[in-house]
């Protein structure tokens, strides 16, 4: 009996292990030291990461060996840890920013507001365990995001609701929202709009 439990064992491995590859094609095996990367067919995409907290997106590096598991951590570092290094202002990067600024503009009257570290909105998770994210996407507020800060007066912000509107990282939730039904109800407070 014990050597058909011990196959049945090995096949249901080998099967679960063959349907991660089929959900997730890019991920690569841990047991080869392979890096996996995120994508729009990851489990893990949208969940956060067990060391910092930070939603998983489309490119993050994962650590191999918790790509399996329900703890998945980012592979490397984390977001807030790779940009404390790069946490000065740099000409290189203000020029970049500039740059797509100017090849893709928003609209005149929207105000953009980019997160740099130590904004509060970037805040550690605290006591309920999550960090500040935006309310449309849910994906977590990262340092150097681009958002629209109270999306329904965002010339006189009532509130501190942050939705992402980032030509460089292509998270165009504010355009979404406008355009949607749901733009006709606070994304925070769900009042409808006049």
């Known amino acids: 009996m014990a050597k058909r439990d011990t196959g049945e ?8 292990a063959g349907l991660g590859k089929g959900r997730d094609p890019t ?17 893990w995409l949208g969940k956060p990461c067990a060391r910092c907290g930070h ?13 399996a598991t329900d703890e998945v951590r980012h592979g490397g570092v984390c977001p807030d840890e790779e940009t404390a290094s790069t946490a000065g202002s740099s000409q290189e990067r203000e020029a970049f920013y500039a740059g797509v600024a100017s090849a893709h503009p928003p609209p005149p009257w929207l105000l ?17 365990g999550r960090r500040p994210s935006c309310v449309i996407c849910g994906h977590t507020l990262r340092p150097f995001d681009e958002v629209v800060v109270c999306p329904c007066s965002p ?20 355009d979404e929202w406008q ?14 709009l006049t």
Do not use: N, W
């Open 112 to 128: 953009l507001v980019r997160l740099s570290p130590g904004d509060p909105r970037l805040a550690a998770p605290g006591q309920a």
């Open 179 to 192: 355009k949607s039904k749901i733009g006709q109800h606070c994304p925070v407070t769900s009042r409808k």
């Open 27 to 43: 991920r690569s095996d841990a047991a080869a030291g392979g890096s996996s990367r995120t994508t729009i067919r990851s489990p």
């Open 9 to 16: 064992t090995a096949l249901r491995e080998a099967f679960d």
């Open 155 to 174: 010339e006189a912000p009532l509130c501190r609701g942050a939705v992402h509107r980032d030509a460089i990282r292509t998270m165009y939730c504010y």
């Open 55 to 67: 939603t998983f997106r489309r490119g993050d590096a994962v650590e191999p060996s918790s790509a």
